[in-house]
């Protein structure tokens, strides 16, 4: 099992930044990947970001391109998404996911682990 914990969320004007951390413990594995998945209300869950722990391979959805960055710290196992220049169409539940297949895959079913989410609340 893998346990994920996020933190970090808050309520942010537009424009500002944030950072989102998700701690991960358990039975980790080194070839996996990691996810920040976001649900907005009323809204299907979407992917936001994906890398790998092993060599860091990223990738982003179109909408957060340029203005997000995850990031990961094998150390201490602990995986961030830096989020900057924040619209209000931000604003979601946060959370953060596990593939012990390593796939960088938008899609949510290749993610087995899910922490809780983090509220992220960009206001106008």
């Known amino acids: 099992q893998v346990q994920l914990v996020e933190s970090g969320g808050g309520l942010v004007q537009a424009g500002g930044s944030l950072r989102l951390s998700c701690l991960a413990s358990g039975r980790t594995f080194s070839s996996s990947a990691m996810g920040w998945f976001r649900q907005a209300p009323g809204k299907e869950r979407e992917f936001v970001a994906a890398i790998r722990w092993r060599g860091g391979s990223t990738s982003y959805a179109d909408s957060v391109r340029g203005r997000f960055t995850i990031s990961r710290d094998n150390a201490k196992s602990t995986v961030y998404l830096h989020m900057n220049s924040l619209k209000p169409e931000d604003t979601a539940v946060y959370y953060c996911?596990?593939?012990?297949?390593?796939?960088?895959?938008?899609?949510?079913?290749?993610?087995?682990?899910w922490g809780q989410g983090t509220q992220v609340t960009v206001s106008s």
């Open positions: 996911a596990a593939d012990p297949g390593g796939r960088l895959s938008p899609a949510i079913g290749t993610y087995a682990y």
